[in-house]
């Protein structure tokens, strides 16, 4: 990958005896200096396979990533070193959970990512609420679809407990409904 300097998008999902062979045939330095070239990447989508081989580790170097989207995990919940190395990219402004149908809660720090922009979840089955911190401040954004009717319900803008959470999000939608909507650019 050292000769993919100019890539923008990289996808590592379902790529199971890929991502094992990797980890097993390669020793560290190896791996490290597979990511090394990505220094323009700034659109990731990764399965579970890549934070269970700790994948990511590799790439901390790279600061130019924007829109993160975790795919088919299998995974219930991020340990406290994964919510560590998703602290460090702090260019992210997107981050999106598909198909996560056992993920039983997103990362708690996730309010403390002062350039995220924008959080999608979908088809997050077993996910009961936000994290109990909230989510930025400055979050534009946030979509809940196909997933959790337990969540889905708590986000309501009426009577959902998880509604103070989302409140100051401008745009919020849920199940293709939009709940919220607010212009901060009717002057302009």
């Known amino acids: ?6 890539l923008k998008k990289l996808e590592v999902h379902g790529c199971f005896d890929v991502t094992q062979n990797i980890y097993e045939q390669t020793s560290l330095v190896e791996r490290y200096s597979l990511m090394g070239g ?11 396979r890549f934070m269970y081989y700790r994948y990511y580790h590799m790439l901390n170097t790279l ?18 070193e994964d919510e560590e190395w998703l602290q460090q990219l702090q260019s992210l402004q997107e981050i999106q959970f598909a198909s996560c149908r056992n993920l039983l809660r997103l990362p708690s720090n996730l309010n403390n990512m002062r350039n995220l ?20 401040d400055n979050l534009k954004e946030f979509h809940v679809s196909g997933g959790s009717e337990v969540l889905e319900q708590q986000c309501q803008k009426t009577d959902g407990d ?11 939608r849920i199940n293709g409904r939009t709940i919220q909507m607010i212009s901060h650019d009717l002057g302009s």
């Open 1 to 6: 990958m050292q000769y993919f300097t100019k």
């Open 38 to 48: 990505l220094q323009s990447l700034i659109h990731l989508v990764i399965d579970d």
């Open 63 to 80: 600061c130019s990533i924007r829109t993160m989207k975790f795919c088919a995990f299998d995974l219930s919940e991020f340990t406290m």
């Open 117 to 136: 922009k924008k959080v999608v979840l979908n088809d997050c089955c077993k996910l009961q609420s936000l994290p109990l911190n909230g989510l930025p």
């Open 162 to 172: 998880e509604w103070q959470k989302i409140s100051h999000v401008p745009y919020v």
